[in-house]
């Protein structure tokens, strides 16, 4: 029998949260309430102002995950929420910017389109969090993602509106079919099991690199700002081009390890 009283299991149970748990999920609810946002702009007709929130979101995601790991604060809470938000920012909101933007024109054929974006991406983030529990998934498997991930997804998926904004084309609804076949490349691309890179493994970096690494991040930085939608664009074309890339690059490694 339990010598522990009443108020000491409610006291256990109700004890504080350190704060190294709350700030990474303060990024993630602000990161969301940055896609609701984009929304509202979208229904407004402002997409500038919308894209830019959807970019928000992707660079506040970019950090939560980090700012968990760096503070050991990584949770299951947080990682629940952060699935959750991400399937917001990166699938439900980026499909209904494209369907009131270009996609409407096609009616029932348009929203499916933008059905596919949403689904791709919730399955997507499904299958991210599964694999994170896979025992048999090689240590050099974590350089690289099944499929593009969600954020990259949303990058991709919202160029329409970057060559927009520079000018190409006035009103989208006149390039509908070409803009739902290319969200569906992408909601295909999310789904598949197409190798890309991930980033994880650059935790550090050569010190004769440093300088010219922080150079070259401060120079893209504020490139980003002062050109934006050149930037995103170039970004997205750049990132399309790595996907064979990194598909080579998986296979070289998966041969190395069966030659082994």
């Not at 506040?60 to 920012?89: H, K, P």
């Amino acid at each position: 029998m339990s010598d522990m009283l009443p108020q000491d299991s409610e006291r256990k149970r109700f004890k504080p949260v350190p704060i190294r748990f709350l700030l990474p999920n303060l990024l993630t609810l602000l990161a969301l309430c940055s896609g609701i946002t984009a929304i509202r702009f979208s229904v407004e007709g402002r997409y500038e102002i919308a894209v830019s929130f959807i970019i928000l979101a992707i660079v506040l995601d970019a950090m939560d995950g980090r700012l968990a790991r760096y503070l050991n604060g990584t949770s299951r809470f947080g990682a629940e929420l952060d699935s959750l938000a991400d399937f917001v920012n990166f699938g439900v909101a980026p499909a209904l910017m494209l369907y009131f933007s270009a996609l409407s024109s096609l009616k029932t054929f348009g929203w499916v389109v933008c059905l596919m974006l949403a689904i791709a991406a919730a399955l997507r983030l499904a299958r991210f969090n599964v694999a994170l529990d896979d025992p048999h998934k090689p240590s050099w498997g974590a350089a690289y993602f099944t499929g593009i991930p969600a954020p990259a997804g949303a990058l991709l998926a919202l160029s329409p509106f970057y060559y927009q904004f520079l000018g190409f084309y006035a009103d989208a609804h006149d390039h509908a079919k070409f803009i739902a076949g290319f969200v569906v490349l992408i909601a295909i691309l999310m789904v598949s099991r197409v190798p890309t890179f991930s980033g994880k493994t650059l935790a550090r970096v050569p010190r004769e690199v440093v300088l010219p690494l922080l150079a070259a991040m401060a120079l893209g930085v504020l490139f980003l700002i002062a050109f934006p939608w050149e930037s995103l664009a170039i970004i997205a074309g750049f990132y399309l081009l790595l996907i064979p890339v990194s598909f080579v690059s998986y296979q070289r490694r998966k041969r190395g390890q069966a030659a082994n």
